[in-house]
């Protein structure tokens, strides 16, 4: 039987690279979530029209994301993992600065931790139920534990999201939840910040971000990507409401060079 794993924001960066890997490397299907569809996705589509199921949903948008998870449970009657990818960077600003509203952060939390609660209980009662044990994977950030100025939101965000990871694992013995840090790597959001990071961010800041991109020491998405995909249908009882690196040795087992 395969895997059946939800990825949301699934069309591009680190989703589209573990829904990938999850259908070519590791036949498992995908229903993958995204607030638009990309050529990539439909790509892939065209390649697995039986495994990858698309939903065109805003994660913040409750009944979608609701209806999404129950037609995946019609359709293939069991979920095994979710992956919680969806997020956004914006608003940058200083937490004092005027031109970044209560609305701006709001907004914000609505994507990167209150939809996180919603896609949780949409599929907890799946997860629990999975034969092959129910599994989540927190896609998570450095900047949960870091104080990187200007990302006030998105610092608050990820931290949040570690710490309902924590919780929830303690609530939800049956199945197994972990927050993982995927490290620099060169996606969207990435470009957004090189693009909108400067005056909002610390200069030094935002040139070791830049020199990064340009030295090309950024991470390519497949290698997180990798454990993430390994992790949502893998994941062992003693990782679970754990805050861990893809590049640590906690996730060594994980990593597409040790499987």
């Not at 805003?58 to 293939?76: C, G, M, Q, R, Y």
């Not at 013995?173 to 610390?202: C, H, I, W, Y």
Request: net charge negative; charged share 20%.
């Amino acid at each position: 039987m395969s895997a059946v794993i939800v990825v949301t924001g699934a069309s591009k960066g680190i989703g589209l690279a573990v829904t990938r890997l999850l259908l070519d490397n590791f036949h498992s299907v995908v229903v993958a979530l995204s607030r638009t569809r990309s050529p990539e996705l439909d790509e892939l589509h065209a390649s697995y029209p039986k495994t990858l199921m698309i939903h065109e949903c805003n994660v913040t948008d409750t009944p979608a994301l609701d209806h999404a998870i129950s037609i995946a449970e019609k359709t293939f009657h069991h979920i095994d993992g979710l992956v919680l990818n969806a997020g956004v960077l914006h608003p940058l600003g200083s937490v004092a600065s005027t031109t970044v509203s209560m609305d701006d952060w709001k907004a914000h939390f609505d994507v990167n931790f209150f939809s996180l609660i919603t896609a949780l209980r949409a599929t907890l009662p799946a997860l629990r139920e999975s034969d092959l044990g129910g599994r989540v994977v927190f896609v998570s950030s450095g900047s949960a534990t870091n104080n990187t100025a200007g990302w006030g939101p998105y610092n608050a965000g990820k931290a949040a999201m570690n710490s309902l990871c924590r919780t929830i694992a303690e609530e939800e013995p049956n199945v197994t939840f972990v927050a993982l840090r995927p490290g620099r790597v060169d996606t969207p959001m990435q470009e957004v910040l090189r693009k909108d990071g400067v005056g909002s961010m610390k200069n030094d800041v935002y040139e070791e971000f830049v020199k990064a991109y340009t030295d090309g020491k950024l991470n390519k998405p497949e290698g997180p990507g990798h454990v993430i995909a390994s992790l949502a249908l893998n994941a062992t009882k003693d990782l679970s409401g754990q805050f861990v690196s893809w590049d640590s040795e906690p996730c060594k087992a994980y990593r597409k060079e040790e499987i």
